[in-house]
């Protein structure tokens, strides 16, 4: 019984040391597994560490990379900028420098042209010279003559006109006989009266005042004229057409001066006398002692009519001893050179009062 006891006892004990170390055993490996996946978390938490410690360096290293990369290509487009400033700039210059040359052509080419007719014109000049010249030793002494008072005639104009630019004012010289003849030539004879009669009788007073309002629209293009104000003077036949323009267009003509004008106050409906209420500006008229084209009759007609209309100034002027065309310094027999020189300073004055 003991012995069987003892025996229970043993088994008893061998079984409760078997438990034993299988619990030491199982708590052993739970903790050895224990152990172990700590080890394997910490393994694992260090790789996680490292993996984001890389991807923040990898994301540093990316934006560095960016940053270079961004550094780089804006020197690059500051350094194509300035190259295409460069470029820019020496393309001015080069088209600069074409711009002059082709300038530098075409004045060379102006100038060539320039000379080509120079030499041209004095080409016909010359050709023109021996024909004159052989039409002058072919002329009768009749014919001679009339080519001399031609010529007379034309350069009295043109002097006179030029002593009313030497005071200082712009001069129009008009043509009204362009519709018939590029020049009128003028012949103080029989045939030449006739000739000039005939030019005087296509004239119309209105159609000299559409001549007027272009000559008007050529000098408004001439800053050098100023001519806002304007003055007019009409010798023999131009006369009643400088009166005509002074009411025809009375804000623009100041003043208006006839020397021994023709046609002044008629029985035609176009008189200018009967336009002289139209007049702002300042008229004159001076009148020849003798003077067949404008009769006294005729002058005094003039002058009670320009009293009779209110506001009007006016004067008019006898010149003793003086016949018509008396101004003109080129007619022999004609000219009277104190009535001339009484003109001119009457004309003068008028200018400086109202221009």
Known sequence: MELGSIVLGVIAGLIAGAALGYTLYR??????????????ERLLDEAQTKAKELELKGHDEAIRVRDEAEKEAARRRTDLQ?????????????????????????????????????ASDLTKLEQQRTAE??????????????ELLVAVEKTARDDMARRIATVGYYVVLPNLYYR??????????????????????HLKTDMVMRDTQAMLD??????????????????????????????????RVKCAASIYGVSLATDRDDSPHLNANKVRGELYFACAETDKYAPKEMVDKLEAHLKSVPG???????????????????????????SAERHWERLFALFRRNL
């Open 180 to 201: 018939k003849t590029r020049e009128f030539k003028m012949v103080r004879d029989e045939e030449g009266f006739k000739r000039m009669f005939a030019m005087m009788e």
């Open 82 to 118: 300035r190259e295409e400033e460069r470029l820019a700039r020496k393309r001015e210059q080069l088209d600069d420098k074409l711009e002059k040359t082709e300038q530098r052509e075409r004045r060379l080419s102006q100038r060539q042209g320039q000379l080509d007719k120079q």
């Open 312 to 338: 009007l100034r006016s004067r008019v002027e006898w010149y003793p001893g003086a016949e018509h065309g008396f101004a003109f310094p080129l007619r022999q027999g004609i000219f009277h050179k104190p």
């Open 27 to 40: 708590y052993r490996h739970q903790q050895q597994g224990l152990h172990a996946r700590a080890e394997a």
């Open 133 to 146: 010249m052989a039409r002058i030793a072919q002329m009768t002494v009749e014919e001679a003559r009339r």
């Open 218 to 251: 050529f000098v408004d293009r001439l800053p050098q004229a100023k001519a806002k104000t304007l003055g007019a003077v009409g010798y023999c036949m131009s006369g009643p057409f400088v009166f005509a323009a002074a009411a025809c267009f009375p804000e």
